[in-house]
């Protein structure tokens, strides 16, 4: 262990603006310890030593991602060996694992050529965890994997041809966030072709005779349209061009080609299947309700099947159509109500591959077989070494806020996670990121140990503008209207005030990113009702934060939360930053974040600490330099979650 003294770099701003400085009382020295630096956390363990121990166990599950099919119906999966998650396969129900990736870095995404005479496959790592994601490629058998793209530019969205001999994929400048669409062989040795030049956009799916590509582009988490680019030509064609907003979820070409399944909210206030026949243009509602949101789908190789996942109340419904037929299929029921993702079918479409999580079960794979129309688990995830018995599942309730709908006073969805014991439990109140994502209740193996090791009552609600409740619900908490969501959040506290379950003097908020920002936010409007705040990678300074992001999003970032160029824009950005609300902050604080991230730049983290410590307030302090805007490393997530027991314990 090494110990340095980080107080000269975060003062060196007011040193450099002529301010004196001077280490308050309260400063510790920092602790480096490899790539993790502790600054201000105090090396004296509030938690015992069981509780150490126990948290260990419950940090040490895993899960399982499911990936897709190999061209041989082996199952892909992801799953954490080590420090980070590894590619491995699967040959049977429940059968050994077989690692195929050992390079020591994340694993975001990976894919087997669905060429059958090709054993091969290409994923994308990232590894410094900093969005600067390369695409690789290896064959079943060789040690080591080739590296496709410069290292120098992002890779994303790579997916494999129909004939699986090339890889299409998107590339983004690193420095300037120009965007291009490029091609490769992996088995040829040329470099990467361009496709389309100047164009940011995500390749969705290739047609069947691989002369066309379906591409999404993106103007914000709100606005994107779909395009077909004719690879001979370079000419691209919107398919159903429309004056009207919404976001696309995914699409693919129909198996013969003349027409495109997609996903969308655009003509109406939830997500639904749609079809349109490119020839004609006629169109087809393939979902049968306008209530909910069509979540993901997956079509067959040979256009038989077609399968979709919709959110039913927080509990995924897995839904089958025999497209030839034109029927609705009964699958089995799912285990357990719970998230379902990554569907895919095998090169027969004759099974469906899909992950299920729940609230007291990590991922796991499983594979419907349409013939025998039986559902089986292909692995069995380790909870960690516990009672699961034990955990806890949550139960879904709702709040009054502070506004009114259609004369009544309007609820939020709220999730409660509570203690075997009575009340009154101190609470943890966690904000989900976004602002256009939600709190959905799948495995959790920190929230399990809050509840069950510590005590406390967790609260996640799902505030105006969270995701999966329409359009109109998301927009409330867009523009000017922003700090609307951090009043439900003051309303939230006012509501569980008056609940006897809950300890109101004891209440501690967290967040990551945006949900790291109203964390913070919720300690400048409701301090004296809080005893603390965690935030990771948080948003402190919304002007800097829309300036200052990676170039690629930085116009959906001004899209979103406003023109920092503009005056007005830039003076409300001004008001609702924590930064420039930092003497309203009073409680401790604990800040995680990590050096590599391009999303929010670390500076937002050093200048809001150096702002707080400069007024005598408490700021643990943890930083990775081996991490971006998440820990993806198991270790350094272990010593974030550490360092967040701790802070809970401290505060109490």
Known sequence: MSRSFLLSPLAAPLL????????????????????????GIPE?????????????????????????????????????????????LIDQPLGALRQITFIRDPVLRGAFSPDPNRNAFFYLADSASDGNAQLYYQRVGEPTARRLTDAKSIAGGALWSSSGHEIAFSVIARDSGSCDIDIIDPDSGALPRLAAGNECADPLDWSPDDRKLLLRRRVSAYE????????ATGQKREVEPSAAKGAIANAKFSRDGTGVYFISNRDGDHARLRYVNLFTAEKSDISSRSDVDVEQF????????LAYVTDEGGADKLNLLDLRAHQDLVPPRLPAPGMVDSLSFDPDGKRLLFGLATAIQPRDAYVLDFAANRLEPWTASEPGPLNRTKFV???????????????????????????ASPGAHPVLIVLHDGPDARF????????????NELGFAVLAPNVRGSSGYGKTFGALARGDQREDAIKDIGALLVWLALDSRFDKTHVIVSGAGYGGYMALAALVNYGERLRGAV???????????????????????????????????????????????????????????????RGVPLAQSDQLVLRLRVRNRTVWYLKATDEGGSFARWQNREAYYRAFAEFLSSVR
Request: charged share 25%; net charge negative.
């Open 224 to 231: 994107e349209s779909l395009y077909i680019l004719d690879l």
């Open 16 to 39: 450099a603006a002529g301010v004196a400085w001077a280490a308050p009382a309260w400063s510790a020295p920092a602790i480096v310890r490899g790539n993790l630096v502790l600054d």
């Open 44 to 88: 004296q363990s509030a938690l015992t030593a069981d509780k150490i121990d126990k948290l260990d166990a419950y940090l040490s599950a895993r899960e399982a991602r499911p990936q897709g099919f190999t061209a041989k119906g082996q199952v892909l999966i992801a799953t954490r060996f080590g420090e980070v998650d590894e590619l491995h």
């Open 298 to 305: 997956a079509l067959s190789r040979d256009g038989h099947y």
């Open 393 to 419: 599942l949550p139960r879904l309730t709702q709040f009054p806020t502070f506004d009114r709908l259609d004369g009544k006073s309007r609820e939020l969805p709220l999730y409660i996670y509570e203690p």
């Open 440 to 451: 959905r209740p799948t495995f959790d193996p920190w929230i399990q140990y809050v509840v």
């Open 535 to 597: 935030a990771m990678a948080p948003i402190t300074d919304f002007i800097a934060f829309v300036g200052s992001t990676a170039p690629e999003t930085r116009g959906a970032a001004r899209e979103e939360y406003g023109d920092e160029r503009d005056a007005d824009d830039r003076l409300f950005l001004r008001r609702i930053s924590p930064l420039i609300n930092a003497e309203r902050i009073t409680r401790p604080v604990l800040i995680a974040h990590g050096q590599n991230d």
